[in-house]
C-alpha cells in the first residue's frame, strides 16, 4: 500500500521568495495499466525543487562593465564568459591595429616598428654572434636574448610569406601594408599565446586563496577589465611593442607562486627577465617574497638554494646559444646594450621625480651623469624598501599584486632611464588588485589611475597618430567602469579631491591643446593672441609639462595608496569564505 501523501515543506530560496503551500493532494486507488506509470502523489520523501544558482541571484555592480556580463552570472551560461570575453579583447585590440604605428611614413628613423622589424631582419640573415654589434645606430638590438630568439622566429615566418620584408638592408624603413598585417598579427598572436592565458591562470589561482571573497560573476569583471586595460593595448597594437610577452611571464610566475611550485615562478619570471629587462622593476619585491618563504617560519637551506638553482640555470639556457656563437664578449655586449646608462636620466617627457622637478632644479645641468646615477639609485632604494620588507616579514600569496605594484611604481618615479610606456610595469599589478575585491574603493582608483596612466602617454601616442584610437579608448574605459556613477570616486572626501583635481587637470590641458591647435585663440582678440603666442615662444612644452606634473602627483599618490594598503593587508588572515559566491 503507497505511503499516506504529507504536505511539502517550503525550502527557503536565497534566489526565490517562497510562495504559498501548496493544497495536500487526496489520496488515489492504485490503478493498473498505463495510469500505473504516474508516480502518485508526492510523498515525505520526494526530491526538493531546483532552486537557482546563488550566482544568478547576484545583483549587478553599479558600472557598465557589470551590468554587461550580469546575464552571464548564472551557473548555466558562465561557460560562455572566456570566449566571450576573449572575443571582445580580440576585437579591441584588432580595432586599434588599423590605425597608424610608431614612426609610420616617419624618416629618417622612423620608429620603434621599424626596431622590431630591424631585429627579425639581422637575427635571420646574421649569425648569432653578431646580433648585438651590428650597425647599432640603426636601432641596434638593446633587449635580452628572449626577445632575439622571438624576433628570430617571427622573422622566419614572415621570410616564409615574403622574404623581402626582412632582406637585410634593403627592407629598412619598409612601410608596407602587407608587412603592417604581419607584424600586428604576431604581436597579437604572442600576447594570445602568453599574456592572455597568463591572466586566466592567476586570477583562477588568486580565486582559491582563502583573502578572495570573489564570486565567479566577479571575476569575470576582474578579468574583463584586466584583458581591456587600454593603455596596453594602445602600446602593443597602436604604437607596436611585444610588452605583453614580458607581462605574461610575470603573471605566470605570479600564478605559480600563489600555487606553491615556486621553481616554476623563478623560471617563468627569469624568461620574463629575459624578453625585457625593464621586468627588473618586480625582481626586488619577487626576490623578499621568496627570501621570506625560505625564513619564515623556520629557515629552509635546501628550498633557498633550490630556488637560486632554477634562478642560475634558466639564465644559463637563455645565454647559451649566445655563448657558444660568440663567447664572452658577445655576453658582455648583452648586457652593455641591455643597460645603457650612458643614455641619461629620461627619454623624452616622463612622468617621474626627475622630470617633474626638471623645471625647478635643472638636473642635468647641475649634475654630472654619475651623480645623477647615484642620486636615482638612492631614490629607488628608498621607495622600494617599504613594500620589499613588508613582502619579505609577510610572505604570503594576496599580497603579491600589492607588493609588485608598491615596487613597480618606486622604480617608475625614481630610477635612472624611464620611458613613458614603462608605466605599464606598475599598471599591470595594479589593476590586478581587482581580481581580489570589488568594493567601490578598489574599482574608483584602479579606473582612475588608468585614465591617468593613458593620459601620460598622449604627447607619444598624439606623435603616432593615434589621437582617434586614444580618444576612443580612453572614453570607452572611462564609461566602462562607471565614471559619472556611484562608485566613480572613492568614499573618502579627501580621496575625492584627489581624483576630481585629476581629472580637472586632464580635461583642462586636453582642452588647451584643442583650443591651441585650432586656433581659437584668434577669436579673443589679437592682443590675447600676441600673449598667448609669446608665452609659448618662451615655454614651447608648456602642455607637456602640465601632463608630466599632473600624472606625477598622480602615480605618487598611486604609489601611496599601494604601500598603505600593502600595510593593512598583511594582517588579513582570510576566512576560507566567499561573499558573493
Not at 504559498?20 to 508516480?39: C, E, F, I, Q, Y
Not at 608596407?176 to 591572466?199: A, C, D, G, Q
Request: glycine content about 6%.
Amino acid at each position: 500500500m503507497a505511503p499516506r501523501p504529507t504536505s511539502p515543506t517550503p525550502t527557503p530560496s536565497s534566489s526565490f521568495t517562497p510562495g504559498p503551500v501548496p493544497r495536500t493532494p487526496s489520496p488515489s486507488p492504485r490503478k493498473k495499466g498505463p495510469a500505473a506509470l504516474n508516480p502518485g502523489p508526492p510523498s515525505s520523501s520526494k526530491k526538493k525543487k531546483p532552486t537557482r544558482s546563488v550566482s544568478f541571484a547576484l545583483l549587478a555592480l553599479p558600472f557598465p562593465l557589470a551590468s554587461f556580463l550580469h546575464p552571464l552570472r548564472s551557473t548555466s551560461n558562465q561557460w560562455l564568459v572566456v570566449p566571450a570575453i576573449l572575443m571582445v579583447a580580440f576585437l579591441f585590440r584588432w580595432a586599434v591595429g588599423l590605425g597608424p604605428y610608431s614612426g609610420m611614413a616617419c624618416p629618417p628613423m622612423h620608429g620603434d616598428f621599424e626596431a622590431q622589424r630591424h631585429w627579425m631582419e639581422i637575427t635571420t640573415n646574421l649569425p648569432m654572434k653578431e646580433w648585438y654589434f651590428h650597425d647599432l645606430q640603426w636601432w641596434g638590438l638593446d633587449y635580452p636574448p628572449l626577445t632575439a630568439y622571438h624576433s628570430w622566429l617571427c622573422g622566419r615566418i614572415g621570410t616564409l610569406i615574403n622574404p623581402n620584408w626582412f632582406a637585410l638592408h634593403t627592407s629598412r624603413t619598409l612601410d608596407n601594408y602587407h608587412l603592417k598585417l604581419f607584424m600586428r598579427s604576431t604581436s597579437l598572436l604572442s600576447e594570445y599565446l602568453i599574456y592572455i592565458p597568463s591572466v586566466l591562470l592567476l586570477i583562477r589561482s588568486l580565486s582559491f586563496l582563502p583573502q578572495t571573497t570573489m564570486s565567479k560573476y566577479d571575476l569575470a569583471i576582474a578579468t574583463t577589465s584586466i584583458l581591456l586595460q587600454p593603455a596596453l593595448i594602445l602600446i602593443d597594437h597602436g604604437h607596436f611593442q611585444y610588452n605583453s610577452v614580458m607581462l605574461g611571464f610575470t603573471l605566470a610566475a605570479l600564478a605559480m607562486f600563489t600555487r606553491d611550485h615556486l621553481l616554476w615562478g623563478s623560471f617563468f619570471f627569469v624568461l620574463s627577465l629575459g624578453f625585457k629587462q625593464m621586468a627588473l622593476y618586480y625582481a626586488p619585491a619577487i626576490f623578499f617574497y621568496l627570501l621570506g618563504l625560505c625564513v619564515f617560519p623556520r629557515v629552509n637551506i635546501p628550498g633557498l638554494l633550490a630556488i637560486g638553482i632554477a634562478t642560475v640555470s634558466t639564465f644559463a639556457i637563455l645565454l647559451l646559444p649566445l655563448f657558444i656563437s660568440g663567447g664572452i664578449p658577445t655576453l658582455a655586449q648583452v648586457v652593455h646594450r641591455c643597460f645603457p646608462f650612458s643614455r641619461g636620466l629620461w627619454e623624452d617627457k616622463v612622468a617621474n621625480l626627475w622630470c617633474a622637478l626638471n623645471p625647478i632644479i635643472k638636473f642635468r645641468q647641475r649634475f654630472s651623469t654619475t651623480t645623477l646615477q647615484r642620486l636615482s639609485l638612492l631614490a629607488t632604494l628608498a621607495t622600494i624598501l617599504p613594500p620589499c620588507l613588508i613582502i619579505f616579514f609577510n610572505p604570503r600569496k594576496h599580497l603579491l599584486p600589492l607588493a609588485l605594484a608598491g615596487c613597480a611604481w618606486g622604480f617608475f618615479l625614481c630610477s635612472f632611464q624611464v620611458h613613458e610606456k614603462s608605466v605599464l610595469l606598475p599598471l599591470m599589478p595594479t589593476t590586478l588588485i581587482l581580481a581580489q575585491g570589488l568594493d567601490r574603493d578598489t574599482v574608483s582608483w584602479v579606473s582612475w589611475i588608468n585614465n591617468i596612466a593613458n593620459f601620460s602617454m598622449w604627447p607619444l601616442l598624439r606623435r603616432d597618430g593615434l589621437s582617434l584610437q586614444y580618444t576612443i579608448m580612453s572614453i570607452f574605459w572611462a564609461w566602462l567602469m562607471g565614471l559619472g556613477g556611484k562608485w566613480s570616486l572613492p568614499k573618502s572626501n579627501f580621496g575625492k579631491l584627489v581624483q576630481l583635481g585629476a581629472y580637472a587637470g586632464v580635461l583642462g590641458l586636453h582642452v588647451t591643446e584643442l583650443v591651441l591647435d585650432n586656433g581659437m585663440v584668434r577669436s579673443l582678440g589679437s592682443g590675447v593672441e600676441k600673449k598667448v603666442e609669446s608665452v609659448l615662444e618662451r615655454y614651447p612644452d608648456l602642455i607637456v609639462v602640465g601632463n608630466v606634473g599632473v600624472c606625477f602627483c598622480a602615480f605618487a599618490w598611486m604609489y601611496g595608496w599601494t604601500v598603505a594598503r600593502l600595510w593593512r593587508e598583511r594582517l588579513v588572515a582570510g576566512t576560507g569564505k566567499r561573499k558573493r559566491e
